[in-house]
């Protein structure tokens, strides 16, 4: 067994076939991508890669498997559990390989998921004998990547469900040690150690014991404050506003990058350089971290919508609608605390049912699927900063006159 | 300066007068009083004192106040910001003196509460000298510690608010790390970098800028969590209510500790130690941790209420009302997430408008003053538990048919 | 299984039989036994008792175990795996049963060592039932506690060895943890993975592979920072030397605890109890943190041992040898850094041989066996200590001319 | 004040004029540095930056700066102190500027020494600019950190000494951070506190209060840990060997970086993406991670002296001269323990005396200056490493028969 270490999961053990996938250009690659993209500008420590993240989804995956496996002991037989805890490794070692640099900075720009990305790089030569030294089949690992396989319902879950993946339950707990912000961290043990198999229409998906209800409470705190603090922090969204312009300056075809190589070449470390001759106005601002727009104004609670609305508008009247950029939860909704878009948010196992989470824990139900965050920046060249903010500030305090 | 090695806030510094006073008598018992209680029954580590809880309050007292007369200069004199930050730490160091064992329990037992007892205490010779020494009034930190004097209002909160205080901030921080549970922890820098003094009707209160508000959030949902994790735990209850029955045998005279002296004889070692003779149930429950209770169901949700009343009502008729104990949230309501019973939950700064908290952050809004924690046990000489359970189970399951 | 959480190991699980060992009255009696007796007057966080320390000494203990049978599978049957496993976790839990108040005060009082008393303990019908219960021999319990059983050398390691055994491994780790002394941390997740079954003179003991030497000599250097910082701090000296006196003056006659029932009811809050009504100097010292000794100097080098000499005699001669004590090593041998007493130090697996660590290791090589650790203390009530440290640092001095 | 979050140092406040000089492009491109060169090949997740390092050396230094000023207050003006803190902030804030990629191997590589890259980028106009606006002189920063002015001494070792600076205090912090070794960690709380003006020779020099000599054991052993661990590691020297054979093919003209414009281009980065186009071995060695060189045979206490030279003549007699190669402790003498290369170690002050921290603590006398780490590599086209290693095991063997 090869040994990795990792200050958020220690040793991280890989077998010889998995340590050799690892050392594949397509894994290495994912040392210049980092997991939190531009947040480095706010976050000075965040500069950790999603290579590190796909050793730690693994890690935290196979501790999940571990565990229901082994408290759902005859549900599978040993055979099925030693392929199926290769192929959960596999696919969440390989999961992020589709990215491109900054992720969904490039994706917006270029109009290509990741998704088509993966498959097209699951289809690469080396990958494939990897894949196989790995003793696991390569449809089936795409499968679990893109969440569209039906053979392995608990695994899909494991890999890409919106809510107990291993992959979030990693890239929590790495992005709040590698920013320092304490509160992205949550009784990871006691949660993995009350994840099981529940049955539900014929067929196995993950869900929780009601003993660790309060452990999935504080994973779901963690994930409102991490949102709150880091994913949505105004530095880093103004930047990520910025890198999209510079982004489409620099691919002016969004085809450029289509051929899989072509797209391989590419990485966040890349971008930066190719910053280094460019001219524009975006691409400077990114390179000298000039900040070509500011914060007007920020919400977050439901009732702000109608003030939002009205500031938004107050704003584009006064100093143009080219001069005012509003940025909504929407474009980060996959960091949202719960989601509970597609059914349930999650399964609870009590004594003599199954329920949502929801109906368990009041916490839960106020927190799903409900953010309303939103922010108003305006571009600092054309506009008076310290106006734009008074007049949002006159708008909002007129709601709470009386107070 | 004495120096104090402390795991949670590093070293904390003491005047030698200060170093004096926690050598006093009354303060070297608190080595004898576990900061939480009958905790250590649930979570092994809990061991920890209030003397390490008082020394660590005078440290994150001491943070707040030196951020607030720094980010408010101009408002005290420098004379006053002199004797206001002795008396700040003086009033800390000395907050819980009045404390009998194990707390609470002793308080429902006896029927006295602490603040009476740290009056007298505050009276007594030794104590009057140490304060002398500090150079501070003993009746201006009696007014802090009771939270009824008007003449220092923000130190005042810092001592014993309901939500700002710096009680509660240490506690919280000592609480997660003593029983490991990390969900207690908060942004506790970026908390007391963020405290402001606030004017509102002429007096200085405690309150936050409004960059503080994430922080603020992080908080509030350390003490939701230490709560349903820590604080409310069943085996924990359970055992306080045992051991408000042993106190009730012990001292069948609620007068028995009426003078002071007596009073301090007493701390949670010694009445263990008496157990080792007593011979009622409850006491040998308690001793040899025997489960005379069990938890039938528990409730956290609003909509619970009507399953609680139910399972309540038909748990009694079943097995009797002497063999149902129903614990509620009513008996550790300061440990509630957050206070808004008199006024506003936590002020906050904005650029040109002073709001309450539950005004600028949707989370603080729904977790406010909102706790519905009930659990219903057993007695396990009586009643078969797992019909009991049934019972509830049942009952909770016919409001969730269709889920 | 019943799981107990623990900030140190995180989720520790029993096994029912396990637990209902751990509510035996001589292992709820560790909780009023602290791990580190009198240190919390130098450390006052340190409040943790022998308690947690066995459970989480049972826990370092199987992860050895499964470690080295894991690694060396093929050694043993898996039939003699599973007897041997449950057999050192029951010798990790009990191991600590003997101890009396404050431990080694407690036997240096009486003159009785805490192995004779474990034997006793092992032999009364509830243990003995509730080994029975776990499936293990008591005779094979007593042997590893003792040490002095041949029948399972590694296992005896674990329990009772000189370096690598799991007792030194957690209370290490724990007593870092509850003093807050971050020096006394080292790589156990790397130690633990190095720990090998070696083959010498025809039996199976501990070692480690070589590509683990650096967390061993992280562990050794742990010890070393524990020791100077903690374990011999002049404080928690002093305070056990006056409790030395007390325990003599409270047990007249060394007889008294022989009976293991009268034993069983001594714990270091009784003591601490039995000392409100006592009125000697030393139980008032002890009761009131006076400091009746006064350090004078101290030494920790080899070429320091005339000095140390030298500056007794003075002290001595010139305040009365009634009034001088010298606090040596040999007190705390146990614990030293390494131990090389009986043989090696720690045998390392290189590629083709079996070396001793110190041939490995030069930093191993120089901290074995080799404190020199002494402390000169003068009696403060009869003399002026300024006077007392200007003699010291006069002879002290005179060495140093020229420096 | 603008606040930075770093997980190491919590927050860290600059001044406006300081936070200016921080967004300077050579301030910047310390982002695309990384602390640890090429050490994340061993430890993935060190992949944090000079930038991070530059703050916190900047935190560490104001702490150390504040600490010994308020010790010894008078020695200084309080002018003094306001000027000597800024200039202490702003020189650890460029101490790093003048590295290159990847740091010493670019040394090496182009025969140019950071110092001279420093001295040229301090005279640059918004350099200079930046350093006007912070109000301190550009040649006393210059002399700080090239450390060959007289003018401070004490700042001078604070911000490039051998041993008390807080370049490496932050470093260690910082670099068992990110790699999760926690053997790296020491007692910097305590260091500091401890940190003392001590006069020598009729000038202020750094040194330490005897009471802190545990925390200088402390951290003078997390130097040796991080040296065995992190900084010698064997596969981050062996690339590190492979990279200086590629920046040599970069770069056949050592001249080509000299103008400090063209210098600046160049970061990790950089160099990492024209490793993809270029075609020797040695580059496609470092991109595709092919380990060209295996570890034959380490060596790390004086005594291999002798063994390591057999080994070395032996491999070179086997397999030829140029596939061994022997790396050697003087390539990263800066990171060695702890330096008595110019005079003492460390000066401590005890109560009557200032003593050489060798004579106050036997393990420092051990540790200092004395570190035998030799590692024996060959190739692994043109060796049989298996054969390689037996060559040297007999070698070492032979010395321990009896053993």
Same mark, same amino acid.
């Given at each position: 067994m090869k040994r990795i270490f990792d200050p958020v999961h220690g040793f991280i053990e890989l077998y010889p076939a998995e340590a050799r996938l690892l050392d594949l250009p397509v894994m290495q690659r994912l040392r210049r991508l980092r997991q939190l993209g531009l947040a480095y500008l706010a976050f000075p420590a965040a500069e950790h890669s999603r290579f590190t993240h796909a050793v730690g989804a693994l890690a935290m995956g196979t501790r999940v498997f571990d565990t229901i496996t082994r408290e759902d002991a005859g549900v599978l037989s040993s055979r099925d559990v030693d392929y199926q805890r290769r192929l959960v490794r596999a696919a969440l070692l390989l #999961? &992020?390989? !589709? #990215?491109?640099?900054f992720s969904h900075a490039c994706e917006s720009a270029l !109009?290509?998921?990741?998704e088509l990305r993966t498959e097209h790089i699951l289809a690469m030569a080396d990958v494939r004998d990897g894949l196989d030294a790995c003793e696991v089949d390569a449809s089936d690992v795409l499968g679990l990547i893109l969440g569209n396989s039906h053979s392995y319902p608990a695994l899909r879950e494991i890999v890409s469900g919106p809510n107990l993946d291993a992959d979030r339950m990693d890239y929590l707990l790495r992005d709040a040690y590698f920013t320092g912000v304490?509160? !992205?961290?949550?009784d990871a043990d006691q949660l993995v150690a009350s994840m099981r198999l529940i049955e539900r229409d014929g067929s196995s998906v993950l869900g929780i014991d009601v003993r660790g209800v309060v452990s999935l409470e504080s994973f779901i705190l963690a994930r409102y404050m991490m949102f709150a603090s880091v994913y949505f922090h105004h530095t880093t969204r103004m930047f990520e506003r910025v890198l999209y312009e510079v982004l489409q300056e620099m691919w002016p075809?969004? #085809?450029?990058? &289509?051929?899989i190589d072509e797209f391989l070449r590419w990485d966040d470390f890349r971008v930066i350089e190719h910053l280094r001759d460019a001219h524009s106005d975006a691409a400077r601002a990114l390179r000298d971290r000039l900040r070509i727009y500011a914060l007007a104004a920020e919400f977050n609670a439901s009732s702000d919508l109608a003030d939002f609305e009205a500031c938004q508008a107050a704003l584009c009247e006064r100093f143009g609608t080219e001069n005012v950029w509003a940025d909504e939860q929407s474009q980060v909704l996959h960091r949202l605390p719960m989601s509970a878009d597609h059914g349930p948010t999650v399964w609870v196992k009590t004594r003599n049912q199954i329920l949502d989470a929801r109906a368990v824990s009041d916490l839960i139900a106020k927190l799903t699927g409900k953010a309303y965050w939103r922010k108003l920046f305006v571009t600092t060249a054309h506009v008076d900063v310290a106006q734009a903010r008074e007049v949002c500030a006159t708008i909002v305090g007129r709601r709470h006159v009386g107070t």
């Open positions: #999961h &992020d390989v !589709g #990215h491109g640099p !109009g290509v998921r990741h304490v509160s !992205g961290r949550y075809n969004p #085809h450029t990058l &289509d051929p």
